[in-house]
């Protein structure tokens, strides 16, 4: 158990789901336990004595791959496939996880103390990278099939990458502050249909018989929590998914937390009645979005809450970013650009050819995955001129560049990840898939 002064140093204030007490709602909640699916394994790197934490890794030893928005239960398949009756390999299951749990955020997994990072850059990379070998080390001394971290930021992927992990990218849709003072500023810098289409989603929120709340803090009474919690069932049932997120995880966080929350509600002007919701965490340079639900549905609501309310906050409170959860190319047309996110997985056992498999799989997987994301951003972008457009490809280390695409970070395979891609791209033409 670390304690939570202990946890926080190493979490640092600036994303909410790092903290002890976030982490403390979901384990006591029922969320995240040993009965869930979720043991808590976390690791801790600290001096001889015991005195001093130097960082942290929040692990789960675990029996299944739900509730972590990066999917391998392919490769757990595969494993007992190839295995056969002739290999004794175990089982794919139990596998250790490094994360936020239910949480497909980006933010820090190899967690280092604020004490140490000021005694200096080198110091942190060390323990950054002592914490990416220990992690592989309790892997093998455990003897389970492997270790996933999940949503980690690009430096610890590439540390991870460099100790004998294999790399993953995926692709959420982030919205970019580029120094708005206001919503129409924002508007401004869109295509002129863009532009009208959500004003328009805008106004028929405005003129439905709803007024939208973005409440914080104290604001947020029980009967807020009790009607969300209803909403985020009504999500659950009507996808027919799994409500990983118990009630008391709900209460805990605005007891502890709330802070960081942001709920947006919408309340019938007539009857009073609450009939949706989305729930945010704030960070010092990122608005979070998280779970959406509602008992009744008016036109557009759903764009208003979980898209337009963060962006309004964020340009309120001068944040940089706004990362609205996993999924939904539909966004990009809002606003929120296709963003690369990361993984890195190590594969401690397993039948004949497992490894060189999953390995190929995800050399093929990355050079799609940034193939995918210049193509989107480029024919789906709702930006006017190329300005906002090239400075974001940058920011994933994309330069389009005689119609062809050219990695600016390096990675294992970026010598060979360029794809060429159509002149038509930028007309919106059929594009077809290069050969990389």
């Known amino acids: 158990d670390v304690k939570e002064e202990a946890w926080d140093a190493c979490a640092g204030e600036d994303n909410p789901f790092l903290r002890h007490s976030f982490f403390r709602a979901l384990e006591e909640s029922g969320s995240a336990a040993k009965e869930e699916g979720w043991l808590p394994h976390h690791l801790l790197a600290e001096s001889e004595d015991g005195k001093e934490v130097y960082g942290v890794v929040p692990l789960y030893l675990k029996s299944h791959s739900m509730g972590e928005y990066v999917f391998d239960q392919n490769w757990a398949t595969a494993y007992q496939q190839m295995a056969g009756f002739w290999e004794d390999v175990g089982e794919y299951y139990p596998k250790l996880q490094g994360c936020v749990p239910f949480t497909p955020a980006t933010g820090s997994r190899l967690l280092v103390s604020s004490n140490i990072a000021e005694r200096g850059e080198e110091q942190r990379l060390m323990v950054m990278q002592a914490l990416a070998r220990a992690l592989r080390a309790v892997t093998d001394d455990l003897g389970v099939s492997s270790a996933h971290v999940t949503f980690p930021t690009r430096e610890e992927w590439e540390i991870m990458g460099g100790v004998g992990f294999e790399q993953r990218l995926g692709v959420q849709y982030h919205w970019s502050n580029q120094g708005y003072e206001t919503f129409d500023d924002f508007l401004a810098t869109l295509k002129q249909k863009k532009r009208k289409s959500i ?35 009504n999500t659950i049932d009507a996808h027919w998914a799994r409500d990983y997120l118990k009630k008391e995880f709900f209460y805990q966080l605005g007891e502890t937390m709330a802070d960081r929350v942001m709920l947006v509600v919408a309340e019938e002007d007539e009857t009073g009645e609450l009939v949706a919701g989305a729930l945010n965490l704030i960070g010092d340079d990122c608005i979070y979005g998280r779970n959406w639900g509602c008992s009744k549905q008016y036109n557009s609501l759903h764009f208003e809450c979980c898209y337009y309310q963060a962006i309004d906050a964020a340009i309120e409170l001068g944040i940089p970013r706004v990362e609205a959860g996993a999924q939904g190319e539909h966004k990009i047309r809002r606003g929120y650009l296709p963003t690369l996110t990361y993984s890195a997985h190590y594969l401690a056992k397993g039948p004949s050819g497992f490894t060189d498999a999953v390995r190929s799989f995800l050399e093929q997987e990355r050079r799609d995955i940034y193939y995918t994301l210049t193509v989107l951003s480029m024919q789906e972008s709702p930006f006017k001129g190329d300005d906002v457009l090239e400075k974001h490809l940058k920011t994933q280390g994309v330069v389009v560049k005689d119609d062809r695409i050219m990695l600016t970070k390096p990675e294992k395979d970026a010598a060979d990840a360029a794809a060429r891609v159509s002149a038509n791209v930028r007309k919106g033409a059929a594009i077809m898939r290069p050969t990389v």
């Open 199 to 233: 004003r328009q989603e805008r106004r028929k929120v405005a003129e439905a018989p709803v007024t939208i709340h973005r409440l914080r803090g104290d604001a947020i009474k029980p009967r807020h929590w009790d009607a969300f919690y209803g909403f985020y069932r």
